[in-house]
């Protein structure tokens, strides 16, 4: 078992680079509130103290982190048991990030350099493949609709706007000569059609488990990237009131297909916008929104 001043020296380390304070106030009896980690932050200080002690900390375990005292037990105490089947699936790892001291979220950065873990998810049992196929479908149809609503408004417009619909043709001339007899000619074959390339493409797709969860619940986006394929990198990006999008500290990795699956948790309250960007393409997924609290 590692030794408590192992596991303070580590912790020092972990704590200053997470919440950017001095590591000599990581003391016994510290407070993680006070020295400024939220619920958020105190997941990610408790993963990456398990990540470094080679131990799996719970769910229940990292929730009842509230001071130094109480990480450092977490470790020295551990029974060496790992995760068991009745364990909900861990927060997707991410890599130390520094949080500003405004509470906004930021890119991770480690070393001047955006780095990140990736989270492959838990595998998807046929019937939650099934019911994410479905929804891709009716979105997909719903966009068609909208689409297509769209561009015939357009083109009616355009007639409108150009006169054609009032246009009077002058009639067609008279004539009294005779019609000439026709003749029998040989048909001409007719061109054999070619085979056009289409893009059947399906468009990317983004679908949030819930529209509202309460302050810490953790809440899962899925969806696809089609075009994609497997192992493309996506970053994890969110907004608050029609701002700028920020990075949030979380990415997946695309599996068979190019479907998704990460998970999220955080303490700031009210209406947040996520989306999912390509870190290679740069192209992004459709916007889903959920208010926390």
């Not at 509202?212 to 899925?222: D, H, K, M, Y």
């Amino acid at each position: 078992m590692p030794k408590p001043a192992d596991v303070e020296a580590e912790l020092a380390d972990i704590v200053s680079r997470v919440l950017g304070c001095d590591p000599d106030d990581v003391v016994p009896g510290a407070s993680l509130v006070e020295l400024g980690a939220d619920s958020l932050t105190i997941v990610e200080i408790g993963e990456e103290l398990g990540r470094r002690f080679d131990l799996y900390l719970t769910d229940q375990t990292i929730d009842g982190l509230r001071t130094v005292d109480d990480a450092v037990r977490a470790v020295v105490r551990h029974d060496g048991s790992g995760p068991t089947a009745h364990d909900a699936p861990p927060v997707p790892a991410h890599p130390l990030s520094s949080t500003a001291p405004n509470g906004t979220l930021g890119a991770q950065e480690t070393d001047g350099a955006a780095t990140s873990l990736l989270d492959d998810g838990p595998p998807v049992d046929p019937e939650v493949a099934g019911r994410r196929a479905w929804r891709a479908t009716r979105w997909l149809a719903v966009v068609g609709v909208v689409i297509g609503g769209g561009i015939g408004l357009v083109l009616a417009a355009l007639v409108g706007a150009s006169g054609l619909g009032d246009v009077d043709l002058p009639p067609l001339p008279s004539s009294t000569t005779a019609a000439p007899t026709p003749t029998a000619t040989t048909p001409s074959p007719s061109p054999t059609p070619t085979d056009e390339a289409t893009d059947t493409t399906p468009e990317p797709t983004l679908t949030a488990e819930k529209s509202q969860v309460a302050p810490g619940e953790r809440f899962i986006l899925s969806g696809s990237f089609p075009e994609l394929g497997e192992g493309a990198v996506l970053q994890v990006e969110v907004r608050e009131n029609g701002g700028s999008w920020d990075e949030f500290p979380v990415k997946a990795q695309t599996r068979d297909g190019g479907e998704f699956r990460t998970e999220l948790y955080t303490s700031r309250t009210g209406a947040r916008e996520f989306r999912l960007r390509s870190i290679e393409t740069d192209e992004t997924t459709p916007v889903v929104k959920v208010t926390i609290g």
